[in-house]
């Protein structure tokens, strides 16, 4: 029996994925109540977005903060007068101190548009292009002190084409990751989330050794 779980999304930019999220709890397909809409930008479309659904907001600038570490241990006092358990991270542009990943550990969800560990970092749609890989994808990991290195969640697999441009594949990506989303918050809400090491195993799992992807197709 899945649970309401409380969480805290942080955004820095125009919110797809919260609205994803945000879509898929008034669906009632996701057990999960967000608690605060948090931004280090005043501008960030993810807060408009949030005060249409009458979700509480706030607004924390980076820059008057003296160092990461303030600012972080801020967030996460926030974070706790609001109740909040699952830190969801929806386009959050800044790397987290061991101070927020202590507070939080096992409990910080990123969403990365490509294939981890491959393409960390940013500008990874043209890194995928560049490299002519024939799939690319996004990941749901939890957040641990290094950039895009946590334990995998969920993955989709988007196949990249010959007259691929760094926007259509994010595109296709993007469409994939408002679906995975939602799905790993799911998977938490119900308890089927453990994490052992570097692994995410996940109870009740369905295995069908037969799916396999390719491309090209094979004729």
């Keep these: 029996m899945a649970r309401q779980v409380p969480i805290g999304v ?9 609205q994803a999220i ?6 009632k397909r996701l057990d999960a109540k967000i608690e ?20 509480a907001t706030e607004v924390l ?12 241990q801020a967030v996460v006092d926030i974070l706790h007068a609001r109740g909040v358990e699952l830190v969801v991270l929806a386009g959050f542009m800044r790397l987290l101190s ?15 548009p490509a294939l981890l560990p ?23 990991h939890f957040v641990n002190e290094e950039c895009d290195e946590g334990p995998i969640i969920i993955q989709a697999v988007v196949p990249v084409f010959p007259d691929d441009s760094e926007e259509s594949l994010a595109a296709r990506i993007l469409k994939q990751e408002h679906r995975i989303y939602p799905r790993a918050i799911q ?7 453990h994490v052992e090491g570097r692994r995410v195993l996940v109870d009740g799992l369905a295995k069908d050794g037969n799916e396999v992807l390719f491309q090209p197709p094979l004729e």
Excluded: W
Aim: glycine fraction near 8%.
């Design 10 to 18: 942080l955004v820095s930019g125009s919110g797809t994925n919260l």
């Design 22 to 27: 945000i879509d898929e709890i008034e669906a």
């Design 36 to 55: 605060v809409v948090l931004s280090n930008k005043a501008d960030a479309y993810g807060l408009v977005r949030a005060k249409n659904h009458r979700i």
């Design 61 to 72: 600038d980076h820059k008057q903060f003296s160092s990461r570490e303030a600012y972080d």
């Design 98 to 112: 061991p101070v927020f990943v202590k507070a939080y550990s096992n409990r910080i969800m990123n969403i990365h």
């Design 118 to 140: 491959s393409f960390p970092g940013l500008h990874v749609q043209k890194k995928a292009v560049d490299h002519g890989v024939r799939f690319s994808g996004c990941t749901v």
């Design 187 to 193: 998977l938490y809400a119900e308890g089927r989330l």
